[in-house]
Each structure stands twice: as structure tokens, then as C-alpha cells.
């Protein structure tokens, strides 16, 4: 979030430009409702012109009457009197049905920017998502998609109201005195020239607020979250020393640019009495010389107060359309980058397969021009058990994410039951594999919900018995509400439960090939031996692919790819790789054997 | 919120005097503006001179300019009242939090305590800057302005009235209708914000389950949800607007339709009079409606501003549980001792540990077992006081812990907490994180605690070496790097007491192994505290403690323990083959 938002200040007025036109072309299906509420702002507006020249007939018959033997004409007063009280209502009407419109289409496109944002991370490759803050992403879709909200919201209308006041307001000007009309503009011009030139100086401390707000929050948040090794480091001093600082810059920023809105409105008064002042002395030389009647100034001194109140809300909203086009080219950016490809010219689908699996001369990298995994081929037979194992960071969920295609291969092929898995959806290849990983993901709701997860048809049976098989039945029967608790993170839940439930859940999905990732950290040994007993009742007769750290899995393996930073280096059974006397044996000897092993497992 | 203002200093109360003084004075040039316009209105139609109707039209500009001037100063100092209020709340709530212990922070989850530690403030910020010109202003003007007109004519009077008492009762209402809706929109956002952070975390069992539509139509229901509150109180908000206009433009008219008929029924003496009046008392009347719509605007902020200050107050409210000691020397080095210690958190019925003693002496290695949670964690966790034990004593180097000062335990204890949690930064900085004695680790010294957590080897292979960038949480390196950072971290600072809260998790076994084979060699005389899952790990210990459920079932040496103690045994059988056993 901080990042994008120093980037921003150059170019500006054409990504200003390129940002609005963007969102304007979103709101396209919008555009009747648009269209309606703009004509009835421009209704509204036009008939809250017409009121000022009829205030001022009011003023005359009442000036005109006021000495004369006939005394003032109440019936016209009255005529006058209502025909007022329908344009002011009217207007308000009409101004009321704008702002419901407005307000309407606003928080109908906040919706589709917020759903298209929650659409397009399906969308994207994991490479994007990997290598993206989540907290970025998150802030596109609150703060940005909010600020976009807002200043449509407040601005769209009365942007088009305060144009269109502007010129009615000049053109009524003129049509009743131009002489008058000129004096009035010229000096309301010169005032807000002086406001302009303050703006844009202003300009560099609302923007500075920001992203020194950003860079607060920024530190911040890294300071809460990481809490605890703050207070045991004794790293106190240090990060409110950091904290301070950016505090105070803050500060500087915040008061500035308080100050520099806050005098607005003062300075906008002030050119309002200037223009009054300049049309009553201009209007008093006309009405000595009996070029106008005093009527025509009690108009003009309503006009101009009409006339310099738009001015000042467009000034106004100049400045928030600053920030929604800020935040609309973040919210763009995010819904235009590069989407996975498009697959729904692939008619192939591969149902029941039988798990055989092929690597073909795989050459991966994540990175261009840095490949990690050379032409690498290799066999799977069906219901075969391959362990994938090598030290931290070797790139063991490498393996993970080209099965899956969360990545694509750079060259080769892999095939299930010989077909290459390019020529399947992944949506198909999904099916294919069920998948249990280390991270134990579980979504707040509650526990059945949880475990049926995708699998919508499943019934609770299916869903109870797959607990039962997985043996953790019996703790959900003693949580209150059973399956129906709702899991947050306020549950007290262990790590271990987390995964057996993760297990429950690729029981309940069924696939052919499974994909597991044994890491059994902070877990204690009765749950580990629970977990394992439910991943052994899982994979028996699928075919699958184990990151494996146990020593029987390993043993027991049919196929063992040995990885070491990011390549596999190895393949083959443990009996065959202890004869080579390569990578497999030394890490194998240094964890298994010898009297001070780590006894991991047997 | 009136309990946030008792953090405003000396001089920023001296600022709002002095804005008090000056909004008077503004409000005065502003009040006198209408008389002047009276004045050129009558000259205007009495005919008057050209050179007159100047003279009047410099008067009030230089009152108009002058009540700007006034503004602005007064600007300067709402601004910086304003800002430096929040500057201020900011500090002390991030100072507050840091001296937070971890039952606080998990009171209050850390997003929420930044929430309020920005969000919040910025709120009270925008009252108080608005707050100050208007809060002041409003009463000031309308007080002024109806005393000037209430001896006009009773007639206006009571039409202003009318017309100020329909404004509040529409808006007001208004208000209080949609009020509760505004702060369900709070957790509204909230549930998005969950719903979206669980589809990036889970990004990989969403897409392996095809659960995109799911998740799309779970997302879709929250923001269905929010959104027709949003409509909701858009909706209603949207009223206000053009009904300020009309009430404005309807008094107007109605004072004009008022005065025709007090002019008409006026002797031909008064008629005049009662003519500039009516041109006056328009102008006064609208600053007194004006005036009452700032004092609504401040009914329509201050809701939303009182939930922040609430939120504020909560946190400013909050004592930590644990705080700091006197401070105290101590008795002897590296020594670890509890006295039938027992624990419960704070609102819980049932004990976490119960009755546990033991003494860990310089050098020594003592490890702790036992199933997910029968304690283990806590029970280290009462050493560095993360928490504070119940009952019973918890001693370190002979002095009880809650003497020393939180600075001074944290000085002799080195931490590695389960999950490993590195900064922004560079690994340099990470590695050297924090102060022993005031002071920052030594090259030398994280240089060395490097080698020994295995980390220089990957470190060394960068191209920056203990310069390279780490991003926040550390998403760079991978989990068996990070863990291998957190440990090396806090070797650094030459504790006499490590404690490692299961802290190979995430290490390959070869890299496990020669870490610990390197502690043992290198740290000879500092006191390990050891929370291990499996035996293999702890056999060597000098000291194994056995805690079922909370309670220490086993305390000795391996081999006593294989004798003695059931629970022992039951997880050794598990994990060890017979041979080994033997």
C-alpha cells in the first residue's frame, strides 16, 4: 500500500485522466439511471435560478407599493408567494430523487468493484498472489473501493448541480443586467484565483497526510503483530523511538493540510462580500443613473450568493476527485493484471482415472531465467506411493504446485493416465487430487460447513463418518453445539485437531490421487499417531504424493524424488538410493540411524 | 470523548482561549456585516450618493477581511490543537499497547487495536478540528444574531423559530433512525475484510477444491449485506441536503411575505424602517438557522466520534496484568527455580498448571513434555512473565520474577517463541533487534549466534549477506530460515537462560541436529528451557519435567523416567522402536 503510493505523484494529470475515464466506462450499465438523475439535477438547478429573479419582483411590488396611495399589491405578492413555494419545493424534490439515484448507483458499483476484486483473485495466477502484501490487496478492496464510494457519492451530483448553477447563474446574470453580470464575475474570479493558488500549494500536504498516515499505520501494525518479541527483546525504545518519528511527521502534515482546509471556508466568505460589496456599489451607480430598478440588485445579491457557492464546492470537489482517482487507478490496476488463461475451449475431461502419472522432461523456474528444476522425468504407477523429501527450502511444494498447475511447467509435460494435464482444465485437475497441506486453512464457519467445504452434495452422514474414519468424531461431539460450532479464532482448536479436520475434509472431497504434506510440527505424539493412522486410511489405493518426513513413509515409498535447493537431484526407492551413495544416504544417515538419532519416527 | 480532552497541554488549552476570543471577534465583523448591507440597502433606495454607498462598501470589506484574517489565525490554531491532540492520543495508546502483556492484546486482536490506534484517532481528530470552529461559533452567533433581531418584530421571530425548531426535529430524528445502522456498517466491513484475508490465506485449498464459486457466493452474501446498509443509510442521509435548501429558501420567502404585510399595515412614518428591517432581519435570520444547522452537523459527527473515544478509552483504561517491579539484583546467575507454581487465566475456572516446582541450575538442560495442552508452553511462558503465575513462586537467578523490572528479565532471558516473527528490515537489523543493557548486539556477537543457529550458511550465500532485505513476517526466507533468524536472534544477546518454545518445527532433522549439537558446544553455561514434542529431542536433558493435563507427572532423567513414570513411557513406546528403548 505504501509502495503504490509514492509512485503515483509523477504523471498524475494523465493517470488523473486515464483513472476517471476508467471508472466512468465501469458505471456504463448505470448510465439510464445516471442520465436521469443528471436531468433532474439540471431541473432542480434551473428552477432554484428562476426563485432569485422572483424574490426580487417580491422586493419591488413591495418597495413600488410601499408609498404608493394603492398600497402594495397583495394578490400579486401572494401569486408570486406560491408560484415560490413550488419551485422550492419542486427543487427539492427533484434534488432528493438526484441524490437517492446517486446515492443508489454508488453503492451498487462499490458492490461490483468489491465482488469483481473477491472474482479476480480466483482468477489470477498464485505467482501474483504470492508475491503480493495480502494487506495491499485487502486495503483495494475496503479503503479504496470506500474512497471511491464516497467521492461518488458526494461529488458526481453535485458536481454536475454547481456546472450547471455556474452557467445558469451567469446566464441570468447576463439576460438581467451585464454590466452587473461582469463586475460580479470579474471580482469572484479574482478571489478564487488567490484560492487556487493556495490549493495547489496545499496540495503536496494532503497527499504528504497520506502517505505518512500509510507509513504509520504500516509500522504499526508490524509492531502489534509482532508484540511479544518486542517486549521479550526489550525493543521498547527502539520502535516507539520509530514510532515517534513517524508520528511526528504525521503531525506536521496533519496540521498543515488541517490549515490549509480549514481557511477555505473563511476565504471563500470573504470573496462572497467582496462580490456583494462590488455589485451593490456597481448597481448603485446604475440605479442613480436610472439604468436599472432596485429590484434588479436584490436579485443580483441573491445570484451572487449562488453563484459563488458552486464555485467553492467545485474547488471542493477537485480535491476528492484527486482522491478517487488515486484510488480508482489502484482498484483498476488490481482488476487488470494478467488473469490466468482462459480455458473454456478445453472440452477434454478426465473422469475416473486410474492414477498413473508421468513426468516428461519437466524443466520449471519461478523466476525467468532461473530454472530450478531440469528435464526431469519420472513414472507413477497407479496407487503408487511417492515421497518427496530434501532439506528446508529445497522447494518441496515445487512438487505441489506443478501437479496442481498452480504454476505452469516452462517445458516438458506432465501427464495423469496419459494425457498432459495442459490439454485438462484445472478445474479438472482439482477434481483429480485431493490435497491435505501443512497450513491447516479453515474458513469461519462452522464445522460441518468446513468440512463439506466444496463438496455442496455431501450429506451430513457422508460428513460424520468421514470424522469417525478420521477419529475426531468424538471431540466435535463434545464441543457445545457439536458440528455446528462455528469455528473462528476464538475456538480453542489445536494445531493437530485443525489437521485432522483438514483430513476430514479431503475424505469428504473423494479425489483418485491425493497430495499430502506430512509435517507434524507442534503436534503431540497421541495426535500425530491419530493423524497418521487418518492420512494412512486416506491414501490407500490412490495414488500419491507425499512431502514426506517420516521415516516408514519414506521406506515404504514407491518412488522417493530427492530436491535440494529447488531441483530434484534423486529418484528412486530407498533401497536404490542407499546404493548410490549420494545426497539421499548422507541425509538419511545423519537423521535415522547412529545411537543419538533423532528419533523421529518408526 | 470529554476524557480524551484532559490530554490536550497547557498551551494548546491557552490556543483554544485564545480561538474563543478570536471566534468571538470573527462573529462580531460578521454580525455588523448585515448592518452595512442595511445601510447601503437604504441608501440604495433612498437614492443615496454613489461616493456614500462606497464609503459603507469599504467599511464592511475591511470587516469581512478582517473576520478572514481572524479566521485564519484561528485556522492555526485549530489545526495544530487538532493535530497535536492526535499526535498525542496516538503516542499514548502505542505506548500503552506496548507495555500491553498477552492477555490484552488478545482481548482487544491486534487488528482492532490498530484500527483504533489510526482510524479512531483520525476520527476524533476531524470532531475537534470541526468541533472547535463550529462548537464555539454556532451558539456564539446565534445568541448574538437573536438578540439583535428579537426586537424587530415578533412576527419574523417566530417564523425563524418555526423554521429553526422543524430543522432539528427533522434532523434529529433523522439521526437517531439511522445511527444504530452506522455502527452495524463497522462490523459489516469487518466481515468482508475476514472473508477476503481467509481467500488469500487459503488461496491454495480454494483453488484445489474448485471452491471459487463457494467462496465467490460467501463473499457475495457479506457484500450483499453491506451494501444494503450503506443503501440504507445513504438513502436516508441524502434527505438532509436538499431540506437545509428548502428551509433556508422557505424562511426567506416567508419573511419577505411576512414583511409585505407589516409594511402595508405600517404607518407611512414607519414604512422604512420596517423595510431595511425586514432586509436585516433576513440576513440575521439566516445566520441563526445557520448557526443551529453547524450545532446539528456536530449531532450527526459526534456519534460516531463518541464510539471512537469510547474505543480510545478502552484501551487508554486497560492495566496491564503484568507490571514492572521494583527491580531488584540478583542473587546468583542462570538459575531457574518454581516453587509450587500453579496458573489459570484470569477469567477461567479451571487451572492450566497445578503445583509445579522444579530448579534448573547454571548450564543445565531442562526439558518439558506432554500432550497438546497439558501446559508446557505456559508454564515457560511464566519465565520471561508473558503471563504471572497464580500461586506459587517463580524465581530466576534467586530473586522472584515479579521484582525484577520487565527489562532486567527480558535482559537475562533469550526467546523463541513458537511461531518465529522477524521485522522488516534487513536480517542485520533482525538479528540485532532490541537492546541487552541498553545496548545493541555486537557484529561479533550476532555474527557468532549466526554460526551457531546454522544460519550464516544461507546468509552467507546471499548476495548482501546480513544486509538482504527481509519483508514483513519475514515472507522472503522460508519457515526453516525464519526459524533459524528467530533463534539466532536471540543467541545474540548472550542470555543466560534460552528458552525454545518448540522451535525446530519447521528444521530439516540434518540442520535440526547440528543446531543443537552447536548450542550444546557453544553455550555451555547458559540455562536451556526446552519445550520439545518428541523424546528423541529431550533424552539427553538433564532434567525432564512430564506434565499431563497440567499437572507434573514425571520429573528426572530419561532413564528414571522409563522406569517411573507411565505417561513417559507410553510416549517413548510410541516413538521409539524396542532397541532404542533398551
Same mark, same amino acid.
Given at each position: ?17 486515464? &483513472? ?143 456546472? %450547471? ?62 508484540? /511479544? ?97 488515486? %484510488? ?37 523456474? @519461478? ?26 527450502? %529445497? ?87 457439536? @458440528? /455446528?460450532?462455528?469455528? &473462528? ?66 521406506? /515404504? ?26 545426497? @539421499? ?8 540411524? &547412529? ?8 | ?17 485564545? =480561538? ?65 491532540? =492526535? ?146 443509510? =445513504? ?70 466520534? #463518541? ?21 531488584? !539484583?540478583?542473587?546468583? #546467575? ?125 546468509? !552467507? ?112 513406546? =510410541? ?8
Amino acid at each position: 500500500m505504501r509502495m503504490g503510493g509514492r509512485g503515483q505523484s509523477f504523471d498524475r494529470a494523465k493517470d488523473f485522466k486515464k &483513472s476517471i475515464k476508467k471508472l466512468i466506462i465501469y458505471c456504463k450499465k448505470y448510465v439510464w439511471a445516471i442520465v436521469v438523475a443528471l436531468v433532474l439535477a439540471l431541473a432542480g438547478t434551473v428552477l432554484s435560478l428562476i426563485g432569485p429573479n422572483k424574490v426580487g419582483d417580491l422586493s419591488n411590488i413591495i418597495k413600488e407599493g410601499m408609498f404608493a396611495e394603492t398600497g402594495i399589491d397583495m394578490a400579486a405578492i401572494t401569486k408570486i408567494g406560491l408560484t415560490l413555494v413550488t419551485i422550492y419545493c419542486l427543487s427539492a424534490i427533484f434534488s432528493y430523487i438526484t441524490s437517492f439515484i446517486m446515492a443508489t448507483v454508488t453503492q451498487k458499483v462499490s458492490k461490483r468493484l468489491r465482488g469483481d476484486i473477491c472474482h479476480k483473485i480466483n482468477k489470477l495466477p498464485l505467482k501474483y498472489l504470492d508475491g503480493h502484501s495480502h494487506g495491499d490487496i485487502l486495503s483495494r478492496v475496503t479503503n479504496d473501493v470506500d474512497t471511491i464510494s464516497q467521492s461518488l457519492n458526494n461529488s458526481v451530483a453535485s458536481l454536475v448541480t454547481s456546472l %450547471a448553477m455556474l452557467f445558469g447563474c451567469t446566464i441570468m446574470m447576463f439576460l438581467t443586467n451585464w454590466i452587473m453580470a461582469l463586475s460580479a464575475i470579474v471580482s469572484a474570479l479574482i478571489g478564487f484565483s488567490v484560492m487556487g493558488v493556495i490549493m495547489m500549494k496545499s496540495q503536496k500536504y494532503f497527499k504528504a497526510q497520506q502517505d505518512s498516515l500509510g507509513d504509520l499505520n504500516g509500522q504499526v501494525e508490524e509492531n502489534y503483530t509482532g508484540h /511479544n518479541i518486542v517486549k521479550a527483546f526489550n525493543g521498547e525504545k527502539q520502535e516507539e523511538q520509530a514510532f515517534s518519528k513517524l508520528n511526528k511527521k504525521l503531525y506536521t502534515n496533519s496540521w498543515k493540510s488541517q490549515f490549509f482546509s480549514g481557511i477555505m471556508q473563511p476565504l471563500m466568505s470573504f470573496v462572497g462580500n467582496l462580490s456583494f460589496v462590488v455589485v451593490c456599489v456597481v448597481g448603485a451607480v446604475l440605479c442613480s443613473n436610472e439604468i436599472i430598478e432596485f429590484g434588479v440588485i436584490v436579485s443580483f445579491m441573491i445570484y451572487i450568493r449562488l453563484f459563488t457557492s458552486p464555485l467553492s464546492q467545485l474547488a471542493q470537489i477537485a480535491t476528492t476527485l484527486q482522491s478517487t482517482a488515486a %484510488a480508482s487507478e489502484r482498484v483498476f490496476e488490481f482488476l487488470e493484471e494478467r488473469e490466468l488463461e482462459d480455458e473454456s475451449s478445453k472440452t477434454l475431461v478426465l473422469e475416473n482415472v486410474v492414477g498413473k502419472v508421468e513426468f516428461k522432461n519437466v524443466v520449471f523456474g @519461478y523466476d525467468e531465467g532461473k530454472t530450478i528444476i531440469h528435464n526431469f522425468s519420472a513414472k507413477v504407477k497407479p496407487g503408487d506411493k511417492v515421497a518427496i523429501v530434501g532439506p528446508t527450502g %529445497a522447494g518441496k511444494t515445487t512438487m505441489v504446485n506443478l501437479l496442481m498447475r498452480f504454476y505452469e511447467i516452462d517445458s516438458g509435460e506432465i501427464l495423469i493416465d496419459d494425457v498432459p494435464i495442459s490439454n485438462l482444465t484445472r478445474e479438472n485437475i482439482h477434481k483429480l487430487f485431493g490435497m491435505v497441506l501443512q497450513d491447516t486453512w479453515l474458513f469461519e464457519g462452522t464445522i460441518r460447513d468446513n468440512i463439506r467445504y466444496s463438496e455442496l452434495d455431501a450429506t451430513d452422514e457422508e460428513i460424520e463418518n468421514a470424522c469417525k474414519v478420521v477419529g475426531i468424531d468424538h471431540f466435535i461431539r463434545t464441543l457445545p453445539e457439536g @458440528y /455446528n460450532t462455528v469455528f &473462528s479464532d476464538n475456538t480453542s482448536i489445536s494445531v493437530g485437531q485443525k489437521q485432522l479436520l483438514t483430513i476430514a475434509r479431503a475424505m469428504v472431497e473423494n479425489a483418485p490421487m491425493l497430495i499430502l504434506d506430512e509435517a507434524t510440527s507442534s503436534v503431540d505424539t497421541r495426535t500425530e499417531q491419530l493423524i497418521q493412522t487418518a492420512m494412512d486410511k486416506l491414501t490407500k489405493g490412490r495414488t500419491t504424493f507425499v512431502i514426506a518426513h517420516r521415516l516408514s513413509t519414506i521406506k /515404504n515409498a514407491n518412488l522417493i524424488l530427492v530436491m535440494k535447493d529447488g531441483n530434484i537431484i534423486e529418484k528412486g526407492t530407498h533401497r536404490t538410493l542407499m546404493k548410490q551413495d549420494g545426497f @539421499y544416504k548422507d541425509l538419511y544417515e545423519s537423521q535415522f540411524t &547412529s545411537k543419538h538419532a533423532e528419533v523421529i519416527e518408526t | 470523548m470529554l476524557k480524551l480532552l484532559k490530554y490536550l497541554t497547557k498551551k494548546e488549552w491557552l490556543y483554544c482561549a485564545i =480561538s474563543v476570543v478570536l471566534i468571538a471577534g470573527t462573529v462580531y465583523l460578521e454580525l455588523e456585516l448585515p448592518s452595512y448591507m442595511s445601510d447601503i440597502t437604504t441608501l440604495l433606495t433612498t437614492g443615496g450618493a454613489v461616493k456614500e454607498i462606497v464609503i459603507k462598501g469599504l467599511i464592511m470589506l475591511a470587516c469581512a477581511l478582517g473576520s478572514a484574517a481572524l479566521s485564519v489565525i484561528i485556522g492555526y490554531f485549530v489545526a495544530k490543537v487538532a493535530a497535536g491532540l =492526535s499526535a498525542r492520543l496516538r503516542a499514548i495508546i502505542f505506548s500503552k499497547v506496548q507495555s500491553f502483556s498477552n492477555a490484552e492484546i488478545r482481548k482487544f486482536s491486534t487488528a482492532s487495536l490498530i484500527t483504533r490506534t489510526t482510524n479512531d484517532v483520525t476520527q476524533i481528530q476531524n470532531l475537534v478540528s470541526f468541533g472547535m470552529q463550529s462548537m464555539i461559533r454556532a451558539p456564539i452567533m446565534a445568541v448574538w444574531a437573536i438578540v439583535i433581531i428579537l426586537g424587530k418584530s415578533w412576527e419574523w421571530s417566530v417564523l425563524t423559530a418555526s423554521a429553526v425548531g422543524l430543522l432539528m426535529i427533522v434532523i434529529l430524528t433523522l439521526v437517531l433512525f439511522v445511527m444504530p445502522k452506522f455502527k452495524k456498517l463497522q462490523t459489516q466491513t469487518d466481515s468482508i475484510n475476514r472473508i477476503m484475508r481467509e481467500n488469500l490465506t487459503g488461496v491454495r485449498v480454494v483453488r484445489a477444491y474448485n471452491a471459487e464459486e463457494f467462496e465467490e457466493k460467501r463473499f457475495g452474501q457479506a457484500n450483499e449485506d453491506l451494501t444494503k446498509t450503506h443503501l440504507f443509510t =445513504s438513502r436516508f442521509m441524502v434527505v438532509l441536503n436538499p431540506f437545509m435548501n428548502l428551509m433556508m429558501s422557505g424562511l426567506s420567502l416567508g419573511i419577505y411575505w411576512l414583511g409585505a404585510i407589516i409594511i402595508q399595515n405600517a404607518n407611512v412614518s414607519l414604512k422604512l424602517t420596517a423595510f431595511s428591517d425586514m432586509v436585516v432581519f433576513m440576513s440575521y435570520a439566516m445566520q441563526v438557522v445557520m448557526a443551529f444547522i453547524l450545532l446539528t452537523m456536530i449531532f450527526i459527527m459526534l456519534p460516531r466520534a #463518541t464510539v471512537s473515544a469510547k474505543r480510545i478509552n478502552e484501551i487508554i483504561g486497560t492495566k496491564s496484568a503484568i507490571l514492572d517491579g521494583e527491580g531488584a !539484583e540478583p542473587i546468583s #546467575t542462570g538459575e531457574v527455580e518454581f516453587k509450587n507454581v500453579s496458573f489459570k487465566y484470569p477469567d477461567a475456572d479451571e487451572y492450566v498448571l497445578q503445583d509445579i516446582s522444579f530448579k534448573a541450575e547454571r548450564g543445565q538442560t531442562v526439558a518439558f513434555i506432554g500432550s497438546t495442552g497439558s501446559g508446557k508452553s505456559t508454564l515457560i511462558n511464566l519465565v520471561p512473565r508473558i503471563y504471572d503465575a497464580t500461586e506459587g513462586e517463580v524465581l530466576v537467578d534467586g530473586v522472584t520474577v515479579k521484582d525484577y523490572k520487565l527489562s532486567q528479565i527480558n535482559g537475562m532471558v533469550g526467546d523463541v517463541p513458537q511461531k518465529a516473527f522477524l521485522f522488516s528490515g534487513t536480517i542485520k537489523s533482525n538479528l540485532q533487534y532490541g537492546e541487552i543493557k541498553g545496548e545493541k548486539a555486537s557484529e561479533e556477537s550476532y555474527v557468532r549466534a549466526a554460526k551457531i543457529a546454522q544460519a550464516s550458511s544461507f546468509i !552467507e550465500k546471499k548476495e548482501d549477506k546480513y544486509d538482504s532485505e527481509i519483508t514483513q513476517g519475514g515472507t522472503n526466507v522460508s519457515g526453516g530460515q525464519k526459524q533459524r533468524l528467530a533463534i539466532a536472534r536471540a543467541i545474540a544477546r548472550n542470555p543466560e537462560i534460552m528458552i525454545f518454545d518448540d522451535s525446530f518445527s519447521a528444521l530439516d532433522f540434518k540442520t535440526d541436529k547440528r543446531l543443537r549439537q552447536a548450542i550444546k558446544r557453544e553455550l555451555k553455561s547458559t540455562t536451556n528451557l526446552i519445550v520439545a514434542q518428541r523424546i528423541g529431542t529431550i533424552k539427553d536433558a538433564d532434567l525432564i519435567i512430564v506434565l499431563d493435563n497440567g499437572k507434573m507427572v514425571g520429573k528426572g532423567k530419561h532413564e528414571e523416567l522409563m522406569k517411573k513414570c507411565s505417561v513417559y513411557r507410553e510416549i517413548a513406546t =510410541s516413538q521409539l522402536s524396542k532397541e532404542e528403548l533398551a
